[in-house]
């Protein structure tokens, strides 16, 4: 037997390792399972240069657990190790065998990408959740002898003899007191299923524990175990190859929708850097407040992380998808992933793909694309919003929905209107019911305009205006003089403002006479867009003092209407007041609505005057 102190220094590597991966404990069991997948792929790399004889063996990875025994077992018949091999890549920790591994055989390799070399303490990672490590394991170089390698704490190692009969290694965790949870099947399983379930070797999981199922004989009922991951995850077919149903398959197998996705793209480069994945974009059922997208990201089919923003553009973590990046220089703290050039040419290169998918869509299919608007509009507007480069690029491809049901872009807007002025007014409303009288108003005038009624939107049209200074968006219900042109001055005229506003009693009111198509409206009320805007602001930014600043609303009498024509001549002054406060309330609903001390009066005048019809 020998013994050794661990070369680098033993007394700090431990604290180091727990503090850097203290909120992540779980992920010792990706990096013993990738460990033993590398030594398999490495395996199957020296068959295919020929230095092994090739054979029909099953490639394996074994992980059981024996909760009594507090222990977990991870076993791989890849590649094994020779003592002097354990003392060079295990004791010393800093040495990356994978590395050395590249480096032997890097000529004659086509590709080396499918090692996994960048997790660095990967191994010693196990030391958070166990006291004691065995590595039981004998090499592939013929007349090996098996080696057991024990170490406890980290620190103090011993190298005996094994009696491990088969090629590979095994590792043996005694788990801590602390880390008991891992010994549960329904957690471990689950931690597999996190990090394992693409990873390209098959892994099959065993509770040591469980008693055996028997027939009601007593008869033991041999069960066929099957793997628990996916060798072949969809993304790293060629997106040619992959039909619809495989696409909405692996979503559902992935990320447990049962909606459908409405549409993917497949990610798939080798240059300017490696990069396969495919995003989803989900289907949404409620406003963005609700999107809960998840991109998860895999380094050669092992999990990393989830939404990690720094390589994901931050309105794409609203999609769904896989994405897996064998280039991405990861380290075990992921902080290292912040400013580094390599992650801003894949988060833009994706994003460019996005921008190039999207448009594809609006040109080749349009109906399509249109179908899908409301469901993928306001992830498209947060993106534009978020990142300007992604604007630019879908600009054109930008629909909006019209009080038509018509879907439109800014341009086909612009066309329609037929406006001579240098920047065209685009209309706008924000809630069908509440805006209805305006809305048949607009249709009475042939006046289109948009919907956009989430709460995404006002920040989207500002954001419009202020990189396009050939639009300005005015809401159905502000001061629109296409429709509400003001009356002449006359007499007549002034004496039923002046009637109004003294019935109506309001601060402020501003009147306006006008003469409106429709005639069965008897007044509306339009407030200014700059107006509402600040209010908007104001509200927004909590109770900024608006003081005495003009609400910039207006009431638009329609002298079109038969009431307001008869009002002028009205005798009875208590009639004429109940008449003006209630056409004044009805434009008030129309408007935005009445409050509560509103809504009372509006009842009791309702009363009054069906009373009268007795
Ligand atoms: P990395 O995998 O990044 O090289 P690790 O700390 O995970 O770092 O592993 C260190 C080295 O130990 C590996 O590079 C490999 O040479 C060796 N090793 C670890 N696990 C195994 C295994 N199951 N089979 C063969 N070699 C292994
Ligand atoms: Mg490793």
């Known amino acids: 037997m020998e013994k050794g102190n661990l070369s680098i220094n033993s007394d700090n590597i431990l604290p180091i390792i727990k503090k850097w991966l203290y909120s992540d404990t779980d992920i010792f069991i990706r990096e013993l399972v990738s460990n033993g997948s590398d030594a398999i792929t490495k395996y199957n790399k020296l068959i295919d240069m020929g230095e092994i004889k090739s054979s029909d063996e099953k490639f394996e990875i074994h992980i059981r657990v024996d909760k009594d025994n507090k222990k977990i077992f991870i076993e791989d018949n890849g590649i094994g190790m020779t003592d002097d091999e354990i003392k060079k890549y295990i004791n010393e920790i800093a040495f990356s065998g994978a590395t050395d591994f590249v480096n032997k055989y890097n000529d004659k390799m086509d590709s080396n990408s499918e090692i996994i070399g960048h997790f660095g303490l990967g191994f010693y990672s196990s030391f958070m959740v166990a006291d004691t490590v065995e590595i039981d394991t004998l090499s592939y170089i013929e007349n090996s002898k098996a080696v057991n390698w024990t170490c406890e704490g980290g620190i103090e190692y011993s190298i005996k003899d094994s009696k491990k009969n088969t090629r590979g290694t095994l590792i043996t965790l005694h788990i801590n007191e602390d880390s008991k949870e891992f010994l549960n099947v329904f957690k471990l399983k689950e931690i597999l299923k996190k990090y394992c379930s693409f990873i390209p070797v098959d892994i099959y999981f065993d509770d040591l524990n469980e008693k055996p199922k028997t027939d009601d004989d007593g008869n033991i009922i041999v069960v066929e175990k099957k793997p628990i991951n996916n060798k072949t995850p969809l993304w790293i077919k060629q997106p040619s190859e992959c039909t619809d149903k495989e696409y909405k398959d692996f979503y559902r197998e992935v990320f447990h929708d049962f909606n459908e996705p409405l549409f993917w793209i497949h990610l798939n480069v080798d240059y300017p850097f490696n990069l396969k994945g495919i995003l989803y974009f989900p289907k949404l059922k409620h406003e963005l407040e609700a999107i809960e997208g998840q991109v998860k990201l895999y380094n050669n089919q092992v999990f990393i992380a ?6 994901i553009p931050e309105f794409l973590l609203l999609l769904k998808g896989a994405i897996d990046c064998p280039d991405l220089p990861l380290n075990v703290s992921r902080s290292f992933l912040q400013n580094d050039g390599f992650v801003t040419k894949m988060s833009s290169y994706i994003t460019k793909k996005v921008a190039d998918k999207l448009n594809s869509e609006f040109k080749n299919d349009r109906e399509t694309f249109t179908k899908y608007w409301d469901d993928i509009n306001q992830f498209i507007k947060y993106g534009c919003i978020k990142d300007k480069s992604f604007y630019e690029k879908v600009n054109s491809s930008l629909l909006f929905k019209n009080i038509n ?9 612009i066309e329609k209107s037929n406006s001579d002025d240098d920047k065209a007014t685009i209309y706008y409303a924000t809630d069908l019911a509440l805006q209805s009288q305006y809305v048949k108003m607009f249709k009475e005038n042939n006046l289109d305009a948009f919907i956009l009624p989430t709460k995404l939107d006002p920040p989207f049209i500002s954001y419009i205006e202020q990189y396009n200074d050939k639009v300005t968006f005015k809401r159905i219900d502000s001061d629109i003089s296409d429709i509400f042109e003001e009356d002449e001055e006359n007499d007549s005229n002034k004496e039923l403002v002046d009637l109004f506003k003294s019935n109506v009693n309001k601060n402020n009111l501003e009147v306006k006479v006008s003469n409106l198509k429709s005639s069965s409206i008897s007044s509306i009320i339009v407030q200014s867009e700059e107006a509402r805007r600040m209010k908007e602001m104001s509200q927004m930014f909590g109770d900024m003092p608006m003081g005495d600043m003009p609400t910039g609303e207006t ?17 009875d002054e208590d009639r004429a007041k109940l008449i003006c406060e209630h056409i004044y309330d009805l434009a008030l609903i129309s408007y935005k609505g009445l409050d509560d001390k509103e809504m009372i009066t509006f009842i009791e005048r309702n009363n009054k005057i069906l009373e009268d019809l007795i």
Do not use: A, G, H, R
């Open 405 to 413: 049901d018509d879907y439109i872009t800014l341009d086909e807007y």
């Open 306 to 311: 989830e939404n990690i923003k720094e390589v």
């Open 555 to 571: 009431v638009i009498l329609n002298k079109n209407n038969k009431l307001v024509e008869k009002l002028i001549k009205l005798e």
